[in-house]
């Protein structure tokens, strides 16, 4: 069965009342969301409460709507946007940038000290250079690179079009370039 | 740092990035009670959180692409909603002809979709096949014989394709299923159900018969007026009982065959029905063929099935360390043995008292019963007892590996008894629902002169329909 054939068995059985196929949901995407959050809110424990606060108003969603829902995936992203947002307006925080002990919490260190200190520099130089960008120049980066999302996927996440999508990508990717040849 | 770099480590670092799993499971188990709080849950009525059903039936629905995905979902979720799952307690107990009986097939087809082996398959079309028998016995006892003969051919072409399926699924397993145990299991419950299966479908084609023989002889004055009870009730009367197969039985081929028994008619008890006019009569007399030819065919499938379990089950019962299950293998090909024997003598004495009242041919064809299939000549009884012979006298050897052959033995005794040249299949004689059997499934259809001939189109010959 192909994954949207099975996301739609899966909401459709949840709504039916097996509860445990909404858990089938939640296994399958709690990692990609938990990382795209982690991207933006830099701090594991407010991760994962926005990850958990994203899958309970998709159930929330999908149980209300009742209605067909094509792209599982790209709807959770949409929440997760939008409840990382609202925790910043909530909490009034601002995004912080990566710092030793953050990086160390969420990245999972190698056994190899050397290649560790590399890959932490390396790292740490991306996020920087992420926290540079604006906002939605942020987001498309980490949709489309880190989370390997499709342009058509990234529109449904974001309600755009793909042509306006692309056009906004390779904005970012210049800017990005930009930062890059800077550091 | 290139872009190509950047790209990389931004890739990498999803994969340096994970939760715990502690968390992970924490935070789903909270998930999971949070849905069971909400009043979507709550209502949801205990029935449609029967996963084993709904999930199969939903991963049927997408996974086969039946319907495209917003449709399905629509109808799954129509079917499911409060106000309609009514709807599928009322499938559930559908008859043939209501509104929701293709629903409830459907389901059913849905359900054997899904299942995940091919025992498991077997196992629900065999259920299936039996719910088909109870569904005709309600029908018999409600409907007026116009009303019911198109529904109970309509149960009763599910129930041979049904059982056409389980024979072929059998075949698979006894070729590919790994695990004896469960080839015997499954090969023993089919075995056992369609001997059932088979006494009961005898029972429903003598009321239907006999329901037939009023229709045709109603200025004769020979029908008494009673109701029709359910399958066994009075049959036991009649004189059917002491030839029809003994309750399981190991079911025997030639007990589905369709020899007349005219003279039961005049001592059974039957409805007497006014008919409008001698057309109507006609037409219904013919529609009841049809429905005797399709009946025919349903016993067929059920014999053929029977067999084909015993051929499975014998065939692991001879490899199998188990001596309980090898007795029981020989325990199985004795009564059906047995069966045909009994089954021959009875045929051969039918024929000769058909012969003896002059019985047309029309009469003989469709007034069919419990008896086994008419064997047309002499040669062909004794070549039968011939067969039948030499399968016990292999048997007498109690040599388990020569089972198989006994089993041949039968096979061959029911194929020349079916009248059927070779013991390939003849496809002008075969009913659409017996396809990849070995032997001619004529068995129970009417045979000319010991030739294999279409039950349907004879009947219809003979009644210039």
Redesign the interface.
């Known amino acids: 069965?192909s994954g949207?054939?099975?996301d739609?068995?899966l909401?459709?059985?949840?709504?039916?009342?097996?509860?445990?196929?909404?858990?089938t949901l939640?296994?399958k995407y709690?990692?990609d969301i938990?990382?795209f959050v982690?991207?933006r809110v830099r701090n594991t424990h407010q991760?994962?409460d926005v990850?958990?606060e994203v899958?309970?108003k998709a159930?929330?969603y999908v149980?209300?709507q009742?209605?067909?829902i094509?792209d599982f995936r790209a709807l959770l992203y949409r929440i997760a946007r939008n409840v990382v947002i609202d925790h910043y307006r909530s909490s009034q925080k601002e995004m912080t940038a990566f710092d030793e002990d953050g990086l160390e919490a969420?990245?999972?260190t190698s056994s190899d000290i050397v290649e560790n200190i590399q890959?932490k520099d390396?790292?740490r130089?991306?996020?920087q250079?992420?926290d540079q960008l604006s906002d939605d120049h942020k987001e498309l980066?980490?949709l489309r690179?880190?989370?390997?999302l499709s342009i058509k996927e990234i529109a449904g996440v974001q309600g755009k079009t793909n042509g306006a999508v692309r056009v906004a990508l390779h904005r970012a990717?210049k800017q990005?370039?930009a930062l890059?040849a800077d550091? | 740092?290139?872009?190509s770099r950047?790209?990389k480590?931004?890739?990498?670092?999803?994969?340096?990035?994970?939760?715990k799993e502690s968390?992970?499971l924490d935070?789903?188990e909270?998930?999971?009670a949070?849905?069971?709080k909400?009043h979507?849950?709550q209502e949801?009525?205990a029935v449609?959180?029967d996963?084993a059903f709904?999930?199969q039936l939903?991963?049927t629905?997408?996974?086969q692409?039946i319907l495209k995905?917003?449709v399905?979902?629509?109808l799954?979720?129509s079917v499911?909603?409060y106000s309609s799952v009514s709807t599928v307690h009322a499938a559930r107990a559908s008859l043939p002809g209501d509104a929701l009986y293709l629903v409830k097939l459907g389901l059913e087809s849905a359900q054997v979709g899904v299942a995940f082996s091919e025992s498991k398959k077997a196992e629900l079309e065999i259920a299936f096949a039996t719910s088909r028998i109870e569904e005709v016995n309600q029908i018999l006892k409600q409907d007026t014989r116009a009303a019911s003969t198109p529904h109970i051919e309509q149960a009763m072409k599910r129930f041979s394709t049904d059982l056409n399926s389980v024979q072929k699924r059998l075949e698979k397993m006894g070729q590919e299923e790994k695990s004896e145990e469960k080839v015997l299991k499954i090969s023993k419950l089919v075995n056992d159900t369609t001997t059932k299966l088979e006494t009961d479908l005898l029972v429903i084609k003598e009321q239907l018969q006999d329901q037939n023989s009023v229709l045709e002889a109603p200025k004769a004055g020979k029908t008494d007026v009673s109701s029709i009870d359910a399958p066994g009730a009075d049959s036991g009367n009649t004189q059917e009982s002491a030839v029809r197969p003994v309750e399981n039985e190991s079911t025997e081929a030639s007990a589905t065959s369709t020899q007349t028994l005219a003279g039961i008619s005049t001592t059974t008890p039957v409805v007497a029905e006014e008919v409008a006019s001698p057309e109507d009569a006609q037409i219904q007399s013919a529609a009841e063929n049809d429905l005797l030819a399709t009946l025919d065919s349903a016993l067929n499938a059920v014999d053929q099935a029977n067999i084909k379990s015993l051929e499975v089950f014998v065939g692991k019962a001879q490899t199998s360390k188990s001596e309980t299950v090898q007795q029981e293998a020989v325990d199985k090909i004795q009564k059906k043995i047995d069966k045909m024997e009994k089954n021959i003598d009875t045929a051969l004495s039918e024929k000769a008292r058909t012969t003896a009242q002059d019985a047309p041919p029309s009469a003989t064809i469709t007034a069919s019963s419990t008896q086994p299939v008419l064997i047309q000549t002499p040669s062909a009884s004794s070549q039968v007892q011939e067969a039948i012979d030499e399968a016990k006298k292999i048997l007498d050897t109690k040599d388990m590996g020569q089972l198989g052959q006994v089993v041949e033995k039968v096979k061959e005794a029911k194929a020349i008894a079916e009248g059927a040249e070779k013991p390939s299949q003849d496809t002008e004689t075969t009913n659409p629902s017996t396809s990849g059997t070995s032997t001619p499934s004529a068995f129970n259809q009417k045979t000319d002169s010991g030739k294999s001939s279409d039950t349907g189109t004879s009947v219809q010959e003979s009644f210039g329909s």
Do not use: C, N
């Open positions: 069965m949207k054939f099975s739609q068995f909401i459709a059985s949840s709504i039916a009342g097996d509860e445990q196929a909404f858990g939640y296994d709690v990692e938990y990382r982690v991207m991760a994962q990850t958990a899958f309970l159930w929330q149980s209300s009742k209605k067909y094509k969420v990245v999972d890959h390396d790292m130089l991306v996020f250079t992420l980066i980490i690179y880190a989370q390997d990717i990005l370039k890059i550091t | 740092m290139r872009f950047f790209k480590q931004l890739a990498a670092s999803q994969i340096a990035i994970s939760s968390w992970r935070a789903r909270a998930l999971l949070e849905i069971r909400s979507v849950w949801a009525p449609v959180r996963r709904f999930s939903f991963h629905l997408f996974a692409a995905p917003a399905a979902f629509a799954i979720f499911v909603s």
